[in-house]
């Protein structure tokens, strides 16, 4: 009889935290969505990474601020790219939206950027883009 009710508690336990993880994910991938829906340009990143770096670097160059978050200074930035993960596929950083449209990483970014498609999703003129 003991055996049975350790394997119950330890369902029941194992529920517990299963719905707690479940819930924690539904948050943190309703934190992205909000994120990506709330701002023109969004870079989700971590400040060391140097491939986040020249991604951050081409919207210098464009004169636009993007949203940066900086998931390696937030304690739910592993959270966040599971998150990623669970939605667009990729768990690497950085990651960049341009009107909730998913760009990709920093080379997806730097060829968007040296094809003109980042500046036609910018509605920014030719003569306003100067050269990376």
Do not use: W
Not at 23 to 45: L, P, Q
Not at 95 to 110: E, L, Y
């Amino acid at each position: 009889m003991a055996r049975g009710l350790n394997g119950v508690i330890f369902s029941v336990i194992f529920l517990v935290f299963y719905l707690a993880a479940a819930a924690a994910s539904r948050e943190h991938r309703a934190f992205v969505r909000k994120t990506i829906s709330s701002h023109d340009i969004v870079v989700f990143s971590k400040s060391y990474c140097p491939y986040c770096k020249r991604a951050k670097s081409v919207f210098k160059e464009l004169n636009k601020e993007a949203y940066v978050i900086e998931l390696d200074q937030r304690d739910d930035g592993s959270d966040i790219q599971d998150a990623l993960r669970e939605i667009i596929g990729r768990r690497t950083v950085p990651q960049v939206f341009i009107h909730g449209k998913h760009v990709g990483g920093s080379d997806d970014t730097v060829a968007a950027y040296e094809s003109g498609e980042l500046a036609k999703l910018l509605e920014i003129q030719a003569d306003e883009v100067d050269d990376l």
